[in-house]
């Protein structure tokens, strides 16, 4: 009977630990999936489309039989939710897909690092946040957000020598098979480098915005449904405008199908569950610290799939932009723990939404 409980105690101390790592898990797939359809040539228009569409379908009998709270919906306040859709995932995924078949799975993943740091440098600008550069906590944010920023472009547009340790395909290192090396390739690197950045500003924005309407319609799944429909409309009219050929909406049992499926059901449905049941339970610090786990994941693993050769400029740009994301985290923490002592209470909600920056991605 000790053993048992001993057993269960254990399990729940390190259940969330699991739970984050399998999240990590799924997005590492989300952008190792994503890069493999749109190579095979996708188009990325049409896989939003589809990815919003299971997206919503997932989502739906969640709204409707578990969310308990049922706010009355305005026409106002519906063509709001529209809007935000429009500005934030319609506007972030169309770019992500785009970039993403520019440059790699890997520096998809690197990326996303930085949407923690997007969001609170909006939110500054939108006054949502406050920063006090005289305090430590203070100082920490802002050259968090700096160094962050700085190690996503240096991943981009630094590569240097390649490391031979990890150079499991030695005949290639010469070819240069990432897009970045080839000279007739540059500008699409840099043009997909820099859409990618847009489409995590994009997203970051999406999730500033998520603070006022939740005060106005707090049924948290219902509103999520809501903007995964809307977004599923709004990218069927971008697709339709951009991609006129019938075939390119075809959907067969392949790579394309699984891939959308993937997106749709499992990251939006699963891993929204995890992380709300995690943040519930060590709150939303905890969750970003994990999010640097799916970039490493990604680049091993798209080194054995599409021979990406990882160099030393890229790793620099990492360790970069992940101290500089352990600083803002580390400055934002600061700040709770003061709040608590010196108010005796938790932040307001809005500070958590702008943190739970990877739950919606």
Same mark, same amino acid.
């Given at each position: $009977?000790?053993?048992?409980? @001993?057993?269960?105690?254990? $399990?729940?101390?390190?259940?969330?630990?699991?739970?984050?790592?399998?999240? #990590?898990?799924?997005? %590492?797939?989300?952008?190792?999936?994503?890069?493999?359809?749109?190579?095979? +040539? $996708?188009?990325?228009?049409?896989?939003?489309?589809?990815?919003?569409?299971?997206?919503?379908?997932?989502?739906?009998?969640?709204?409707?039989?578990?969310?308990?709270?049922?706010?009355?919906?305005?026409?106002?306040?519906?063509? @709001?939710?529209?809007?935000?859709?429009?500005?934030?995932?319609? =506007?972030?995924?169309?770019?992500?897909?785009?970039?993403?078949?520019?440059?790699?799975?890997?520096? %998809?993943?690197?990326?996303?690092?930085?949407?923690?740091?997007?969001?609170?440098?909006?939110?500054?600008?939108?006054?949502?946040?406050?920063?006090?550069? @005289?305090? &430590?906590?203070?100082?920490?944010?802002?050259?968090?957000?700096?160094?962050?920023?700085?190690?996503?472009?240096?991943?981009?547009?630094?590569? +240097?020598?390649?490391?031979?340790? $990890?150079?499991?395909?030695?005949?290639?290192?010469? #070819?240069?098979?990432?897009?970045?090396? #080839? +000279?007739?390739?540059?500008?699409?690197?840099?043009?997909?480098?820099?859409?990618?950045? %847009?489409?995590?500003?994009?997203?970051?924005?999406?999730?500033?915005?998520?603070?006022?309407?939740?005060?106005?319609?707090? *049924?948290?799944?219902?509103?999520?449904?809501?903007?995964?429909?809307?977004?599923?409309?709004?990218? *069927?009219?971008?697709?339709?405008?951009?991609?006129?050929?019938?075939?390119?909406?075809?959907?067969?049992?392949?790579?394309?199908?699984?891939?959308?499926?993937?997106?749709? &059901?499992?990251?939006?449905?699963?891993?929204?569950? =995890?992380?709300?049941?995690?943040?519930?339970?060590?709150?939303?610090?905890?969750? %970003?610290?994990?999010?640097?786990?799916? =970039?490493?994941?990604?680049?091993?693993?798209?080194?054995?799939?599409?021979?990406?050769? &990882? @160099?030393?400029?890229?790793? +620099?740009?990492?360790?970069?932009?992940?101290?500089?994301?352990?600083?803002?985290?580390?400055?934002?923490?600061?700040?709770?723990?003061?709040?608590?002592?010196?108010?005796? #209470?938790?932040?307001? *909600?809005?500070?958590?939404?702008? =943190?739970?920056?990877?739950?919606?991605?």
């Amino acid at each position: $009977m000790i053993s048992i409980l @001993r057993n269960a105690e254990v $399990m729940e101390k390190y259940s969330s630990y699991a739970a984050m790592l399998f999240v #990590q898990l799924i997005y %590492a797939g989300m952008a190792l999936l994503s890069k493999a359809a749109i190579a095979k +040539g $996708m188009n990325p228009f049409v896989f939003v489309v589809y990815r919003q569409a299971f997206a919503t379908i997932a989502l739906a009998p969640f709204a409707f039989f578990f969310d308990s709270k049922n706010p009355s919906l305005s026409y106002k306040l519906l063509f @709001r939710i529209f809007l935000v859709s429009l500005c934030g995932l319609t =506007l972030s995924l169309n770019l992500y897909y785009v970039a993403i078949n520019y440059t790699t799975a890997t520096f %998809a993943a690197a990326t996303t690092n930085t949407i923690p740091v997007l969001t609170f440098v909006l939110a500054i600008f939108f006054r949502l946040e406050r920063v006090s550069i @005289r305090k &430590l906590h203070g100082m920490a944010k802002v050259l968090g957000s700096v160094i962050s920023v700085s190690g996503a472009l240096v991943f981009a547009f630094v590569k +240097g020598p390649p490391i031979k340790l $990890m150079n499991w395909y030695p005949e290639t290192q010469n #070819q240069s098979p990432d897009p970045s090396m #080839q +000279g007739s390739s540059i500008e699409k690197w840099i043009k997909g480098s820099l859409t990618m950045l %847009a489409a995590n500003t994009a997203w970051s924005l999406w999730l500033v915005m998520q603070g006022p309407i939740m005060k106005q319609y707090p *049924a948290k799944i219902r509103l999520t449904a809501l903007q995964c429909f809307f977004s599923c409309i709004q990218s *069927a009219c971008w697709a339709i405008v951009a991609e006129r050929n019938p075939s390119a909406w075809k959907l067969g049992w392949d790579l394309h199908l699984l891939s959308v499926a993937y997106c749709g &059901l499992i990251v939006t449905g699963i891993t929204y569950w =995890l992380q709300v049941w995690v943040i519930e339970k060590k709150g939303p610090v905890f969750t %970003a610290i994990f999010t640097p786990i799916s =970039l490493i994941v990604t680049a091993i693993f798209s080194a054995f799939l599409w021979k990406e050769t &990882l @160099r030393w400029g890229s790793v +620099g740009g990492a360790v970069l932009l992940v101290t500089g994301l352990y600083g803002v985290l580390w400055g934002k923490k600061k700040e709770e723990k003061m709040s608590v002592e010196t108010n005796g #209470q938790n932040l307001d *909600a809005k500070e958590e939404i702008i =943190l739970e920056c990877i739950t919606h991605h």
